[in-house]
């Protein structure tokens, strides 16, 4: 009796934290008052290296202007719970929205509602649908995928047998990553002996590396569409004693995640995918003083291997 009674009383709390939606907001400001503008930030999930880093980015370049205050909600990788975020902006009438979308089409539409409400919104690295919103940021994934296929079709000389864990295919990364690198390799004689999708995360790429592993004896080099994927198919590859029979290459290369595991030796490449957070804070202020700015802004790159990554990498063409 004691314990339902004790279950009931956590069941409300739980609801009332939810309701009053207490729990899934940080605040970057230290003195609340002193903001002349609010910006809510929709964070797509904090459970990637990547999206930590990029909340840090745009609150350290926030932190440098006492007029901004930023409110940061993380939608747990939940496509519904970032589309409720986006509404309790909207519904706070904050002056900017920031958002880095888990998927396109299910995004598109509250971000356009947010649009018609008279609320500039800058997304974030995933792209959304058609182009009501202010203004994108990020690089450009179908470049880097197709530098990828280049590098991987230089260092295997042409030929081999390659797995590619794709990310979420719903999200248009995905879809450029992949795109891109089958324009990289297109004429030689690479081998796509499997591809599967790991939706971004380590632990399915470990996943379907194990599937990839078990039914191939040869495999040459694993193409991963981020860092986390590319480190998952390389612990699958080292349980069965095989990392050393081929080549990891990935992306994002943030400093202490894909450009240490190359320093490390254990993967052999990674192409560099900005957060943009600091330049998403630069624009939002430009678009807070009623300043124009461009509907999209291309970020740059940098390819990282051994040969270069103790002199930092070399940008890409
Ligand atoms: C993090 C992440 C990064 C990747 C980006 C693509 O969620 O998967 O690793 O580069 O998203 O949107």
Redesign the pocket.
């Known amino acids: 009796m004691q314990t339902k009674t004790l279950f009931s009383s956590l069941l409300t709390v739980v609801f009332l934290a939810g309701f009053t939606g207490c729990k899934p907001s940080t605040d970057s400001s230290d003195t609340p008052g002193a903001a002349r503008y609010t910006i809510g930030m929709s964070q797509?999930?904090l459970g990637?290296p990547?999206?930590v880093q990029m909340n840090a980015d745009v609150k350290a370049a926030a932190d440098q202007h006492p007029e901004l205050k930023v409110i940061f909600k993380d939608a747990q990788n939940d496509t519904l719970k970032q589309r409720a975020h986006v509404e309790e902006f909207v519904s706070a009438k904050v002056d900017l929205i920031l958002i880095s979308p888990k998927e396109a089409a299910p995004l598109t539409e509250p971000v356009a509602k947010a649009m018609a409400a008279g609320i500039p919104v800058i997304v974030l690295?995933?792209a959304l649908l058609g182009d009501q919103f202010t203004c994108f940021i990020g690089a450009d994934n179908v470049k880097i995928g197709r530098a990828a296929g280049e590098w991987i079709r230089q260092t295997l000389g042409g030929k081999g047998k390659v797995v590619e864990l794709k990310?979420l295919m719903t999200?248009v990364?995905g879809q450029d990553r992949h795109q891109g690198f089958r324009q990289g390799i297109a004429g030689s004689q690479i081998e796509i002996i499997f591809e599967a999708d790991m939706k971004?995360l380590e632990p399915e790429a470990r996943k379907e590396m194990e599937s990839a592993l078990a039914r191939f004896d040869q495999i040459d080099l694993v193409y991963a569409h981020?860092?986390?994927g590319a480190h998952g198919a390389y612990l699958a590859a080292q349980a069965t004693a095989r990392e050393k029979q081929m080549k990891f290459v990935g992306?994002?290369a943030l400093p202490h995640e894909g450009v240490a595991y190359v320093k490390k030796g254990i993967l052999d490449a990674t192409f560099q995918?900005p957060t943009g957070g600091a330049e998403a804070v630069a624009t939002a202020l430009k678009i807070l003083r009623g300043e124009s700015v461009p509907k999209k802004i291309v970020l740059g790159s940098r390819v990282f291997d051994k040969a270069n990554v103790e002199q930092g990498g070399r940008e890409l063409p």
Request: aromatic residues 18%; contains cysteine; negative net charge.
């Open positions: 797509c999930n990637e990547w999206r690295d995933r990310g999200s990364p971004w981020n860092d986390p992306i994002d995918y």
